[in-house]
């Protein structure tokens, strides 16, 4: 049983911002890291023969902890956004106390600020029905849509410093709880705009529901 909800993706709420430089080689490595959330040092480090007389140690200069980016409100931010469809945002109601939004950080367009990826869900079940991700205008201190995807159900989650977007497929008949396949789709932010780079498909086998996996099916 697959179904697309907010329980099949790892993410936080909150995730680590953290850059590493300039340094970005190709779609699968990137400067940043937001798993684990700690920073490490390789401690002094010594190449080639020591100096003759000298006995001064340089301690390893630690690495100043980045900080946490500023939560946005990121309600206001899609009812008050134009190229958030309609539906979406009259339909954008608390469930229980709480508004269905999963929101997370990090640097997916190569800013000097931290990007915001929203996933709005349904309240029943936690499907997502809209993904965005918001870049925020230095310049103008203003977050801007630079990516919306609303054809449910869709997540889209930062990975490897790409955009990881996620839709489930439905072939007649299926229930919301039996997918037929799912496709992935890696964006790279590029000159300006996300560039797809990779796309996978899925498929889902049904053969083995309610079947007994010891008997033999020729017999």
Not at 54 to 82: E, F, G, H, I, W
Not at 165 to 187: C, K, L
């Amino acid at each position: 049983m697959r179904r697309l909800t907010r329980a099949d993706n790892t993410h936080s709420t909150t995730a680590c911002f953290i850059r590493a430089g300039a340094a970005v080689a190709g779609a699968a490595a990137a400067g940043l890291l937001l798993a684990g959330c700690g920073t490490g040092g390789e401690g002094v480090r010594t190449e080639g023969p020591a100096q003759a007389g000298s006995t001064k140690v340089v301690p390893a200069t630690p690495s100043p902890s980045p900080s946490a980016p500023s939560r946005v409100d990121a309600v206001r931010m899609l009812k008050n956004d134009p190229k958030v469809s309609d539906q979406i945002r009259k339909g954008l109601k608390p469930c229980a106390g709480e508004y269905p939004v999963d929101v997370s950080y990090g640097d997916i367009t190569r800013n000097s600020a931290p990007d915001v990826v929203i996933n709005v869900l349904t309240c029943g079940d936690a499907i997502g029905i809209g993904s965005y991700v918001y870049r925020e205008n230095v310049a103008r201190k203003k977050y801007e849509n630079v990516f919306a995807n609303e054809q449910p159900p869709v997540y889209a989650v930062i990975s490897q410093g790409n955009l990881e977007v996620t839709q489930q497929t439905y072939a007649p008949g299926d229930s919301v709880s039996e997918p037929s396949g799912e496709n992935i789709t890696t964006y790279r932010w590029d000159d300006g705009r996300f560039t797809q780079i990779r796309g996978t498909r899925s498929e889902f086998s049904k053969s083995v529901k309610g079947a007994d996996p010891t008997k033999d099916p020729e017999g």
